[in-house]
């Protein structure tokens, strides 16, 4: 619909939903050439909204109607990616949050399995216990490009996130430092601790100070790929893209710089 709607010219698409509902909106839009890129609007609903809170939109009503009524827009960057699909295919997509791969991937897995029979912030705790029980540490062969250099690297870890927003989980501050229109992903791979002190180490993911431990490695890039060496672990080592389970790797991201217009407040 998102597609069709800019394709007929019209200058405004609005998403009204969670994270979910916003991701294929914006893959709608990024169809299209840019120059006939509708501008997008947020009316946040859903079990995460984790995208809102870093364009800083209180999540109320009358706010998000303000914003967009105000017509002052924000030119944000927008993640592509190609991936292999559940069904085995390799096939490309956007996203404008968050793509992280391992447990969080697990972690949405269980939370769309219990779509409305919790609570958000409960759905994503109860998720995470699950997942964590479940993970395993994977070995990533990461080919990385930063401001023009190229480099190749081995990443052990339970989790790694590519970060175009702060938030996901339902409120985890996964990025205290991403901004959506610096031109470049924050990525925060979270290590390969045994699960109780993973465990540990991920409670002051909500206030962002987990960045600070010695177990988490943060970088930026504006492109990475990364593959899986332990394969067997595949299954389990799943993509999570804008808070939806979506496909299992290799993968490979590229940042799209100032893509897309974005009414703030």
Known sequence: LAEEAAREGRPTVIAVGGDGTIHEVVNGLMRVDQGTRPKLGVI???TGGDFRKSL????????????????????IDIGRFSYRDNAGEDTEGYFVNILSVGMGGLVDRYVHQAKGQLGGTIAYLSASVKALLESEVGVLAAVIEEDGSRRDEEIVTRQIAICNGRFFGGGMEVAPMAVLDD??????SMGAAPRARFALGSLS???????????????????????????????????????????????RIELVPAALEVFVS
Do not use: M, W
């Not at 800083?56 to 030119?75: F, G, M, P």
């Not at 909500?206 to 490695?217: A, L, T």
């Not at 890039?221 to 290799?250: H, M, W, Y």
């Open 183 to 188: 031109g470049a992903f924050d990525v925060v």
């Open 56 to 75: 800083e939109v209180e999540h109320r009503l009358d706010r998000y109607l303000t914003a967009i009524a105000s017509r002052r827009t924000r030119k």
């Open 44 to 46: 946040g609903q859903g």
């Open 205 to 251: 993911i909500y206030s962002g100070k987990h960045v600070d431990k010695p177990d988490v490695q943060v970088f930026r890039c504006q492109s990475i790929e990364l593959r899986l060496k332990n394969q067997a672990i595949t299954e389990i080592f799943p993509l999570d893209v804008d808070g939806e389970p979506l496909g299992t790797l290799p993968l």
